[in-house]
């Protein structure tokens, strides 16, 4: 069984930055991705970045430049830093995990607003 306790959400004005964390604890199997989804209201669940064990990551092109992502292989923490946000980067961001079983595990989701 695995936990994903997502953090660091909030209210910021545009061009401003903030950085999510996600903590990742229970029964976890190597090697897996972590990564981060959003989602705003009335619409789908997208895939904003994911890292897997040994550094491979992925980027939405709407983010590219602008967001980075990190983890911490000893914590079993990914981080989201987040940069230059625009009023479109608002939703609600969900960590991901998936193991080399190809389950999926999610957070609870932290709430980003971005104002203008």
């Known amino acids: 069984q695995v936990q994903l306790v997502e953090s660091g959400g909030g209210l910021v004005q545009a061009g401003g930055s903030l950085r999510l964390s996600c903590a990742a604890s229970?029964?976890?199997?190597?090697?897996?991705?972590m990564g981060w989804y959003r989602q705003a209201p009335g619409k789908q669940r997208d895939l904003v970045a994911t890292i897997g064990t040994g550094g491979v990551f992925n980027y939405a092109d709407s983010v590219k430049g602008r967001f980075f992502i990190f983890r911490d292989n000893a914590e079993n923490t990914v981080y989201l830093q987040m940069n230059s946000l625009k009023p479109e980067d608002t939703g609600v961001y969900y960590c991901?995990?998936?193991?080399?079983?190809?389950?999926?595990?999610w957070g609870q989701g932290t709430q980003v607003t971005i104002s203008s």
């Open positions: 991901n995990l998936k193991d080399l079983r190809a389950l999926d595990y």
């Open positions: 229970g029964s976890i199997f190597s090697p897996n991705v």
